[in-house]
């Protein structure tokens, strides 16, 4: 039915082109004069090209989507260049191309659109141009290119998708921040310390399998040859300073500001040679052993840029679902942007079996607590719950000056 209606649209469109062509004929024919025949023959090469034009192909367009790389951090403006080719020179009075973003895009903010009109005329090679000015967070994929054109009468137009995949993946974005581990739970006050995080390397307790993120200063050359392996030396470490991140993925205005505090956290700690896991429960549960080095910060930032706010658990459910809890011996970070009675109860219990919990939560640029959510930081404070007031836009601060509000 489609190509019957197609078939008749075309055949109808050729039925007027040829009956405006006899009219103008005829009128040149009865009038005559100079006035009629330019009428004519200044019509009959605007016939002549839309009949060219009905037979012309637009197969043999080939489009090329040039980017300039394929990861970005959240914010980052992207350019896109355009290519089109042809192995015709059919004159083309005007080309429509629109590169068809995935829905991601589709509102972010441009420079300049993603549709053009261009005017090719004889030429085989042409491209163009537009910029996004700020990439959203996320995996964004690129689909298709639209392209159009016809003639200057407008009675032949052609359209035709052309496929043309291609992705790019765009990174929370995250702040400069120095990572200082809070002192030990059975320590007075709340000050961050100043301890570097770093193992031992003067007592050198056994040997294990090389690791990405380990150094060079490390590796144990006898064991190696020995083993025909890459072997590194086990230190001592005084005291753990491996850190847990919770982060939450309920549905809030502040979610973004939520995801890069968290990036920003945990590249801060692996920054410092400690090591860090992950736990995230959005449309599936997503947990990261912890692990340090750079792989480990590669995954976790992959993970980052895809996730969504899509739970329907509270923090404090997941906290208390969660057996993962139970078997860890590290200090716990919990990440989010609404603080309720209950989940301040769960971390407090939380805490009297695994140490100190410190709990950030995260508030727009200029927004303060309300009347309910400090007397709940006073309550967490008397429970043993550090929380840590972070405003979007001043990550830095976090550990600088760790102070309660």
């Not at 993603?114 to 700020?134: R, V």
């Not at 030990?184 to 709340?190: F, N, P, R, V």
């Not at 072997?231 to 890069?260: G, L, N």
């Not at 959510?373 to 601060?397: C, K, M, P, T």
Request: charge should be positive; include cysteine; charged fraction near 25%.
């Amino acid at each position: 039915m489609k190509k019957l209606r197609k078939f008749t649209k075309r055949a109808w469109k050729f039925i007027l082109l040829f009956f405006l062509i006899f009219l103008t004929f005829s009128y040149a024919m009865f009038q005559g004069g100079f006035v009629s025949w330019f009428l004519f023959y200044s019509f009959l090469p605007f016939a002549v090209y839309c009949v060219a034009l009905s037979f012309y192909s637009l197969n043999e367009l080939e489009v090329k989507r040039v980017l300039s790389k394929t990861d970005y951090n959240a914010g980052e403006p992207l350019k896109v260049t355009v290519q089109i080719r042809r192995s015709k020179g059919f004159p083309l009075f005007y080309l429509i191309i629109q590169d068809n973003l995935d829905q991601s895009l589709e509102y972010a903010d441009k420079a300049s659109s993603t549709k053009a009109i261009l005017f090719p005329g004889f030429k085989k090679e042409f491209t163009y141009e537009y910029t996004i000015d700020k990439l959203p967070r996320g995996e964004h994929f690129f689909q298709s290119f639209t392209l159009r054109t016809g003639d200057p009468l407008g009675l032949f137009e052609k359209e035709k998708t052309h496929p043309a995949e291609g992705k790019v993946i765009v990174y929370p974005a995250y702040a400069e921040l120095l990572y200082r581990p809070f002192e030990h739970q059975y320590d007075q006050g709340l000050t961050a310390s100043r301890e570097r995080v770093q193992r031992d390397t003067t007592m050198a307790v056994g040997v294990r399998d090389y690791q990405p993120g380990d150094r060079f200063s490390w590796i144990n050359w006898k064991a190696t040859a020995k083993r025909n392996e890459i072997m590194t030396k086990e230190f001592e470490q005084r005291q753990s300073h491996d850190v847990f991140v919770v982060m939450d993925c309920v549905p809030d205005k502040r979610f973004e500001a939520v995801v890069s505090f968290t990036a920003t956290l945990l590249r801060a700690v692996l920054k410092k040679g400690a090591q860090t896991g992950l736990l995230t429960i959005s449309k599936e549960r997503a947990s990261f052993p912890i692990r340090g080095g750079e792989q480990q910060m590669q995954q976790l930032f992959y993970h980052l840029a895809k996730i969504e706010a899509k739970s329907f658990l509270p923090l404090e459910k997941v906290i208390e679902a969660d057996g993962l809890f139970i078997q860890q011996t590290v200090s716990f970070m919990l990440v989010t942007a609404q603080l309720t009675k209950p989940l301040i109860e769960k971390a407090s219990f939380l805490g009297q079996r695994k140490g100190a919990i410190t709990l950030f939560l995260i508030k727009a640029e200029h927004e303060v607590p309300d009347d309910n959510e400090r007397s709940l930081i006073v309550v967490a404070n008397a429970r043993g719950v550090r929380v840590i007031l972070v405003h979007d836009g001043q990550f830095a601060s976090a550990f600088s000056e760790v102070t309660l509000y």
